[in-house]
């Protein structure tokens, strides 16, 4: 069975600051992705990042920075200097090979709030 | 390019009557996804098309769930007799291709549907 988990329901900073949001995930398949997207207020989807699970090296865009690590089954994400426009729900999510293929598999999101 | 768009935005309805929710796809997008968000807990998957075909839907709660993608283009999800437990926010997703699992999902806005 595949499971994201997403501890952090709420987390407020203030600009300026980083924060990271934290992502575990469970699968039994050796090939999978994972996703991280953001929620605006507007209330689409808006996909930031995909990652396979034969690549770990971390990534950066920006602001925005990835760690994988599968010793940990964890994907978290890093805003640096955060700024008001980063205020989102942002969801981590899972796809896997094998009879699930193509659906993905979410985490409950984590709503950040940037203050100025 | 047009994004995914989904109709109507808000839905309010009482127990018993029926409801149908329009996603119209991005053009060329043969996968077409419905996911439903029920408050505070975590997106999850409906059914996924294939063009017109249902190539997966075992996330469908019960048989008062109906989908359709006619001619492969836009799907419909209707829901009847809408119960309490309906209420969330519908979403669609599109992409290109869906056979490896790795393709980025291009999501909707979402319908919110609230049955009273």
């Known amino acids: 069975a595949q499971k994201v988990t997403q501890a952090q329901t709420e987390i407020s900073v203030v600009e300026k600051e980083d924060v990271t949001l934290d992502c575990v995930y469970e699968t039994r398949d050796t090939t999978y992705y994972l996703f991280w997207y953001k929620q605006p207020p507007s209330g689409e989807l808006v996909f930031l990042i995909r990652?396979?699970?034969?690549?770990?090296q971390n990534e950066i865009s920006g602001r925005y920075s990835w760690n994988f690590q599968k010793s940990t089954s964890s994907f978290n994400f890093t805003i640096t200097a955060s700024q008001v426009v980063d205020s989102a729900v942002y969801f981590c999510a899972l796809s896997a090979r094998g009879s699930t293929l193509g659906r993905l598999y979410f985490g409950r999101g984590t709503q950040l709030t940037v203050w100025p | 390019e047009a994004g995914v768009t989904q109709f109507p935005s808000h839905s309010v309805i009482e127990k018993g009557q029926t409801v149908t929710l329009r996603c119209d796809p991005i053009?060329?997008?043969?996968?077409l996804y419905w996911y439903r968000r029920v408050m505070g807990k975590e997106i999850k998957f409906l059914l996924h098309f294939v063009k017109e075909s249902k190539q997966d839907e075992s996330g469908m709660p019960n048989n008062r769930f109906l989908a359709e993608r006619t001619g492969g283009t836009y799907s419909t999800l209707k829901v009847q007799p809408a119960e309490l437990e309906d209420s969330g926010v519908y979403f669609c997703?599109?992409?290109?291709?869906?056979?490896?699992?790795?393709?980025?999902?291009?999501f909707g806005p979402g319908t919110r549907l609230t049955v009273l």
């Open positions: 990652r396979n699970s034969f690549d770990e």
């Open positions: 053009s060329g997008h043969d996968n």
């Open positions: 997703a599109s992409s290109r291709q869906g056979g490896t699992g790795s393709d980025e999902q291009f």
